[in-house]
Every structure is written in C-alpha cells, then in structure tokens.
C-alpha cells in the first residue's frame, strides 16, 4: 500500500548560462501544431500534467527567464547564480517558501519529454520509504537497441546517457555516464539488457536537500560531472526506481541539434 507523501511541489530549475547551448530555456520548440513555446514552458507544461502535485515552480537566476516564465502563468522563484546544479538551486528555492513541503520533485528545465508516470512513480516509492530513503529517482531498462547506441557513442568518446546499478532492495550502488555494470552477452534475456539507464527526475525529502547543500561536492561527483554522487558521499539513500518505458524516446535538450528530435516526439505526443 502506498503511504501518502504529503504535500509535493515541483520545482524546474533553469539556468541562463551554458557553454553548450547559452540561453537554453528560452530556446524555441515546436509541437504538434508548429507553434514555437520556449523550452522552459515545455518543460513547465510537462510538470502541470503530472497528478495531484500541490504546485509547480520555476527556480532561477536570471530575470529574462524569470519574465519569459511569469508570462506564461508560472509561478517564480529567484535564487543566486551560486547555485553548481539543479539540485542545489532546488534546495535554495524551497527554502524561500513560507510553507515547506513533505516531498521535493525536481523535473529539470530541459526535460519537455517527461511523462507523468515517472513523477508519480518517484513520489509513490518515497512516500512508502520515507524514514529509509531520502531521495528517489527513475531508470530504464536498457534494449538491445538502445544499448548499442550507447556503446556506439562510448567508441566516439561521447556520453550516450548516465547508467546506474542498484542493490536488489533498490538502493543505488552507482552512477556513471560510462556503461555499467559489465555483464556476458548470455545476461541479456527476451532483449531485456542488465544495463539501466538513468533518467534525471528526482523526488527527495526537504532534509535530503538541507544535506545535500551543506555538504560538498566530492571527488567522484567532480570526476563523472553527476550532482546525485553527492548523496551517496554523504551516506544518503538513493531509491532507484525502474519505470515503464513511454511511447518515444527520451531526450534532454542539451545541445542545439537535439531540438530536431524532441519536436518530432512533441509531435508524437499531440503536444500543441
């Protein structure tokens, strides 16, 4: 039976500066209609479809972004330009809030393609483990298929994805932007890999978030470029939950010529 979790917000950080992609949340994206919306109202909308989440925010620290989501209804939260990740500008935002919530979800601003299950699913398995768990966050199994895309991009000396491997109760072991685990070709079953794909959603306990930003970063979370490594240096459970794969893939807008195929899954979606 699920424990009810309480009051839950989500929080979508966004930030101005990149070296990849400058002014990425105010990058333009077409849906089913041909009708521009900028990335951070996609990804605003993404977290409006998720169920019975008390409210949505847009965390940030820059005023065009600001302006550009307050026009478009949402509600915004100012924090400094300090802030090294999403997570830690989450634990900046929510501290500005005059009430604190029991659960923290953190959809990121460059996630449009985020379906709703994955949100519920993060929030269902925390609320149930809360007082074991501090933090959850959602993963893929890995096809065949998808697998040899991401081998494909490790012999080109790119990052494919992030990859994660867990204890059998669901406790993360790791995460890296390299392949892992190892495994022998007999490990794949009815084209079922042992590989699980990370996807960046996070659910975490206002404690966790406290935590997480008195404490810093360490070598490992440095190294890999990965801000959930900070939670497993600081001794924080991370519940890894394996969520049913959605009717597109999953992309992040992390370069310009990612936009190609996140409009082609908007319009998959019937997203206007």
């Not at 620290?61 to 302006?67: L, N």
């Not at 007082?131 to 494919?160: I, N, Q, S």
């Not at 600081?234 to 990612?258: F, K, Q, R, T």
Request: proline share 10%; charged share 20%.
């Amino acid at each position: 039976m699920t424990a009810t979790p309480g009051r839950v917000v989500i929080m979508i950080p966004a930030r101005y500066e990149s070296s990849r992609f400058p002014a990425k949340p105010l990058a333009p994206l077409r849906g089913s209609t041909g009708e521009p919306k900028p990335l951070i109202q996609r990804s605003w909308e993404a977290a409006r479809r998720v169920p019975g989440i008390d409210a949505v925010y847009v965390a940030t620290d820059h005023p065009a972004i600001a302006e550009v989501a307050a026009g478009f209804g949402a509600d915004v939260l100012m924090t400094s330009s300090d802030c090294r990740n999403g997570t830690e500008r989450c634990a900046e935002a929510i501290a500005q809030l005059p009430d604190q919530p029991d659960l923290v979800v953190n959809l990121q601003g460059d996630a449009p393609l985020t379906p709703p299950h994955f949100v519920t699913a993060l929030v269902g398995a925390l609320g149930d483990r809360i007082g074991t768990a501090a933090v959850a966050t959602p993963c893929l199994r890995c096809d065949v298929a998808h697998l040899e895309k991401l081998r494909e991009e490790e012999r080109h000396g790119r990052v494919g994805g992030t990859t994660v491997v867990a204890a059998p109760d669901g406790r993360a072991l790791y995460f890296s932007k390299r392949l892992i685990p190892h495994f022998p070709p007999e490990a794949i079953s009815d084209d079922r890999t042992p590989v699980r794909l990370h996807i960046g959603v996070y659910a975490y306990t206002p404690a966790a978030l406290e935590a997480y930003r008195a404490g810093p970063p360490g070598v490992l979370e440095q190294l890999e470029g990965l801000e959930q490594l900070r939670f497993l240096d600081i001794g924080l459970p991370v519940e890894v939950v394996e969520v049913a794969p959605p009717g597109w893939e999953i992309w992040e807008l992390n370069n310009p010529s990612d936009t190609a195929p996140i409009e082609h899954a908007l319009a998959l979606m019937g997203l206007e």
